[in-house]
Nanobody
């Protein structure tokens, strides 16, 4: 499966932004999806995960209550709605996919397929 993340940009603290990740293939609902982010000099961290049917979402504590992951299986797309952005949210954001057991919030090795990343910069 191929993934393409779009929607990043430069925003001010407190603003909102929505990322989209479009995938190829006909079996999108088989894949569990997640969003990761990586700030300069830091590890790549999982911030949100959603299972294949979209009924189960998990979040890292750092984004809980501000970010929402969702998916539209008819459009082969997963979204990350980011509200109340903070300067510490500045990072490259990646979407990732896997199948089988849903990792939820897991390490990068839990996911098999990756998009190219999109930069989100939040100015304070």
């Amino acid at each position: 499966v191929q993934l393409q993340a779009v929607g990043g940009g430069l925003v001010q603290a407190g603003d909102s932004l929505r990322l989209s990740c479009v995938t190829s293939g006909r079996t999108f609902s088989y894949y569990h999806m997640a969003w990761f982010r990586q700030a300069p000099g830091k590890e790549r961290d999982c911030i949100a995960g959603i299972n294949g049917n979209g009924f189960t979402m998990t979040y890292a504590e750092s984004v809980k209550g501000r970010f929402t992951i969702s998916r539209d299986n008819g459009k082969n797309t997963v979204y990350l709605q980011m509200n109340h952005l903070k300067s510490e949210d500045t990072a490259v954001y990646y979407c990732a996919a896997t199948w089988g057991l849903c990792p939820g919030i897991g390490p990068p090795r839990s996911y098999d397929f990756w998009g190219q990343g999109t930069q989100v910069t939040v100015s304070s």
